[in-house]
T-cell receptor, first 116, second 111 residues
Framework: GAVVSQHPSRVICKSGTSVKIECRSL??????MFWYRQFPKKSLMLMAT?????????EQGVEKDKFLINHASLTLSTLTVTSAHPEDSSFYIC????????????FGQGTRLTVV | DAKTTQPPSMDCAEGRAANLPCNHSTISGNEYVYWYRQIHSQGPQYIIH???NNETNEMASLIITEDRKSSTLILPHATLRDTAVYYC????????????FGSGTRLLVRP
């Protein structure tokens, strides 16, 4: 199956700093990528839909200035958590759909963010 | 909000079939039924999806009722590695196939 790679897999940062998470589709083009966050023992919560070459669409309640999403190419989307605080500590996961096809979404392995 | 309901937990014996139900009574005509699973601290893994017809692949079978209001995921010979949270999701091109996760079913496969 297709591969989606996230980097880094784990990151620890200090309060007030910003952290960038990368999501790459390694062997296919993805016009649409999605970003999720997951708290312990909870389900995945969709944060935003990222479309190549256009602004991301954020779900209700997700601060767009806090979680900056850039989808500059068909294989790369980035999520930047700005001015991180301990409550932003979470498991962040991205997914990517094949370009123009109704098929399964492929998920990255996730990024564990800890803000201290 | 998720448009599906699933039992919170189930268990089955290793080697036996695991049948995971899902209710999606408000499904629209163009919405597909997707099944994913998540093993602890990993990204979700695609299992199978379907529209109307029953589907089978190397991992599982998907049985969709004729009225499409419910479906069942069947793992024919469950192994310990199938212990995971299983999510049933409906989606379509109208929403760019975005996946809204509900609570899922926590499947425990017993030795």
């Amino acid at each position: 199956g297709a591969v989606v790679s996230q980097h880094p897999s784990r990151v620890i940062c200090k309060s007030g700093t910003s952290v960038k998470i990368e999501c790459r589709s390694l062997d296919f083009q993805a016009t649409t990528m999605f970003w999720y966050r997951q708290f312990p023992k909870k389900s995945l919560m969709l944060m935003a839909t990222s479309n190549e070459g256009s602004k991301a669409t954020y779900e209700q309640g997700v601060e767009k200035d806090k979680f900056l999403i850039n989808h500059a190419s068909l294989t790369l989307s980035t999520l930047t958590v700005t001015s991180a605080h301990p409550e932003d500590s979470s498991f962040y996961i991205c997914s990517a759909n094949y370009r123009g096809k109704n098929t399964e979404a492929f998920f990255g392995q996730g990024t564990r963010l800890t803000v201290v | 909000d998720a448009k599906t309901t699933q039992p919170p937990s189930m268990d089955c014996a290793e080697g036996r079939a695991a049948n995971l139900p899902c209710n999606h009574s408000t499904i629209s005509g163009n919405e597909y039924v997707y099944w994913y699973r998540q093993i602890h601290s990993q990204g979700p893994q695609y299992i199978i999806h379907g529209l109307k017809n029953n589907e089978t692949n190397e991992m599982a079978s998907l049985i969709i009722t004729e009225d499409r209001k419910s479906s069942t995921l069947i793992l024919p010979h469950a192994t310990l590695r199938d212990t995971a949270v299983y999510y049933c999701i409906v989606s379509s091109s109208d929403s760019s196939y975005k996946l809204i996760f509900g609570s899922g079913t926590r499947l425990l496969v017993r030795p």
